[in-house]
């Protein structure tokens, strides 16, 4: 069973900085774009940032140069370093993954999230 797991939320002050990292783990034949989302209290899930297999980055608007996306394709996976961070980005943050398990269609995988509280 394939599942995406989250590490490295917590509290940090505005300004500072946090790294979020997410592992696939199961059986997997393929994995392709990976991604960050984000979900703040009362508002819809959104893009933060994707990273495609062959390392191309794409990111939301809002992130304007403070977070970077990357990933290690031998460990299968995702990071997101979010520096300058603002209490608007508080939110719970979601790992996804478009992946071929090894028994099983392609198809997209969420993780569990991880919350990243930003306050003074």
């Known amino acids: 069973q394939v599942q995406l797991v989250e590490s490295g939320g917590g509290f940090v002050q505005p300004g500072g900085s946090l790294r979020l990292s997410c592992a696939a783990s199961g059986s997997i034949l393929g994995i392709y774009t990976m991604g960050w989302y984000r979900q703040a209290p009362g508002q819809q899930r959104e893009l933060v940032a994707t990273?495609?297999?062959?390392?191309?980055?794409n990111y939301a608007d809002f992130v304007n140069g403070r977070f970077t996306i990357s990933r290690d394709n031998a460990k299968v996976t995702v990071f997101l370093q979010m520096n300058s961070l603002k209490f608007e980005d508080t939110a719970v943050y979601y790992c996804n993954a478009d992946l071929r398990p090894r028994s099983g269609l392609r198809n997209e995988y969420w993780g569990q999230g991880t919350q990243v509280t930003v306050s003074s």
């Open positions: 990273i495609t297999g062959g390392g191309r980055a």
